[in-house]
């Protein structure tokens, strides 16, 4: 398991690092010559990944098997329950095994995002116990969230349905309406700092140290991230989401390793940025 992700990372990281760390959330590159670089390279990678066997160890974690999932066409085709069903407007559809179309997620893209309710929640990507999980693609730009629910079964790992629902019955309803304001709107970003914002972060200095400190209001436009905006992704573990007043953003790199947390508290009806972890 560690030897097929190891390459295949190893991979995503020279492709990304010729790109930039970009978070627009898009699905598309820029122009047509980069286009057809990256889809041969990554068709490339996909055929040597779908020739090597998944290891029977990667289904003990939701996120091994994922990642593999994604990336292997013909393991996601043996993974699907078919035909699937698709629930949307109240009304069920199904999809026969033909008109799959493999979904690579966000394994183009880089990196993926994450909603925990708090520091201890985190762990839960670690539970071996787990046996049911969604997967969210949360569009902003249509007010709408596709759910790809996985069940464990007999130590297999499969996806049972899709599900198509709008944002505002999902169970992050608030910070995601926050959210989507917070990553597009730079004046109602800067009222929503709270003051001061704790940062940690690489220090300049020592490429092997933290450092620690406090952001204003008025320094904050020079630390501000940029976020992801138009879809981002979510995973729910078990059944784990609360409707909470703390959610903490996760960006994770899938290659490189690096990761992003931005903590959130909500205080009278009020989501406040309150802490920075680059």
């Known amino acids: 398991m560690k030897k097929i992700l190891t390459a295949f990372f190893a991979f995503l990281a020279l492709m990304f690092s010729c790109k930039g760390n970009k978070t627009d959330g898009s699905d598309t590159v820029a122009n047509d010559s980069d286009s057809i670089k990256d889809t041969v ?92 999980v969604v997967v969210e693609k949360i569009f902003f730009n249509i007010k709408t969230v596709k759910q790809y629910v996985f069940d464990r079964v007999n130590g297999l790992w499969t996806m049972k349905s899709i599900r198509y629902k709008p944002i505002h019955e999902n169970e992050n309803a608030s910070f995601l309406n926050f959210y989507e304001k917070f990553s597009t709107d ?69 290659a490189n390793g690096l990761e992003m947390e931005l903590t959130f508290k909500k205080t009278d009806g009020k989501w406040m940025l309150t802490r920075l972890c680059e």
């Open 41 to 132: 390279a990554v068709d490339t990678m996909e055929q040597l990944i779908e020739a090597t066997p998944m290891p029977k160890a990667a289904d003990e974690l939701f996120d091994d098997f994922f990642f593999n999932f994604a990336s292997n066409r013909k393991l996601q085709l043996r993974r699907i329950s078919f035909p699937l069903v698709v629930e949307k407007a109240g009304k069920n559809d199904t999809i026969g095994k033909a008109q799959w179309k493999t979904d690579r997620f966000f394994m183009r893209q880089g990196y993926y995002t994450l909603l925990f309710d708090s520091r201890r929640h985190m762990n839960v990507v670690k539970d071996t116990a787990i046996n049911h």
């Open 186 to 254: 730079s004046t109602f970003q800067a009222e929503s700092v709270s003051d001061p914002v704790h940062f940690t972060g690489p220090d300049p200095d020592d490429d092997f140290s933290q450092m620690e400190g406090l952001l204003t209001p008025d320094t904050w436009p020079a630390f501000a991230p940029e976020l992801p905006r138009d879809m981002i992704y979510n995973i729910i573990y078990g059944n784990t989401t609360t409707q909470g007043n703390q959610k903490i953003f996760v960006i994770r790199g899938i």
